[in-house]
């Protein structure tokens, strides 16, 4: 599977930006995504993971009530809309795909990664 992020950008804080992850492939359905995040001088971190069917959802504390990840198979395409932004969630977003869900994830455990989006949000 083929994947590809964007909607980054630069916002101020305490909007909102949505991000959409577009994916290749019949069988899109049968992988889980993930959100993870990479800030200037810091490690990838995760962020968001939702299952095949979109039925299970898993999310990082910093994220908690102010991020949503989705899906739309039928689309093929994934989304996190974030809410409530401060300027440390400013980092590159990449999404990435599994073929299985994992909750409390880790980088090791996708195998399939896109490019990154940035958002930069300003104080």
């Known amino acids: 599977v083929q994947l590809q992020a964007f909607g980054g950008g630069l916002v101020q804080a305490g909007g909102s930006l949505r991000l959409s992850c577009a994916a290749s492939?019949?069988?899109?359905?049968?992988?889980?995504v993930g959100w993870f995040r990479q800030a200037p001088g810091k490690e990838r971190e995760f962020v968001a993971a939702?299952?095949?069917?979109?039925?299970?959802?898993y999310y990082a504390d910093s994220v908690k009530g102010r991020f949503t990840i989705s899906r739309d198979n039928a689309k093929n395409t994934v989304y996190l809309q974030m809410n409530s932004l401060k300027p440390e969630d400013t980092a590159v977003h990449y999404c990435?795909?599994?073929?299985?869900?994992?909750?409390?994830?880790?980088?090791?455990?996708?195998?399939?990664w896109g490019q990154g989006t940035l958002v930069t949000v300003s104080s």
């Open positions: 990435a795909a599994a073929t299985r869900f994992y909750s409390n994830p880790t980088e090791s455990d996708y195998h399939y």
């Open positions: 939702i299952s095949g069917s979109g039925g299970v959802t």
């Open positions: 492939g019949r069988t899109f359905s049968s992988y889980a």
